[in-house]
């Protein structure tokens, strides 16, 4: 939907393309399958996947926010 919304909206679409790339790496976000011979316990794997997906979706939440405050600014101009 976002990527639609870009296509047509030329002022903000870096900002939209932004949020749909972090949405799409957050939704990528995984870890290897540790393996049989790993030394890595399994609640120690798992901890890694929630930091790298917490890691995620910051990095989502600051896209989302810049694209709000262009839209905030343009609003004003």
Do not use: F, W
């Amino acid at each position: 939907m976002i990527k639609g919304i870009a296509d047509r909206t030329e002022i903000i679409r870096p900002e939209l393309i932004r949020i749909v790339e972090c949405v799409e790496d957050y939704a990528a976000t995984d870890l290897p399958d540790p393996g049989i011979n790993t030394k890595v316990s399994l609640p120690e794997h798992r901890m890694q996947l929630v930091r790298a997906m917490k890691q995620e979706a910051a990095g989502t939440e600051l896209a989302i926010i810049t694209a709000q405050q262009k839209c905030k600014s343009l609003r004003r101009s």
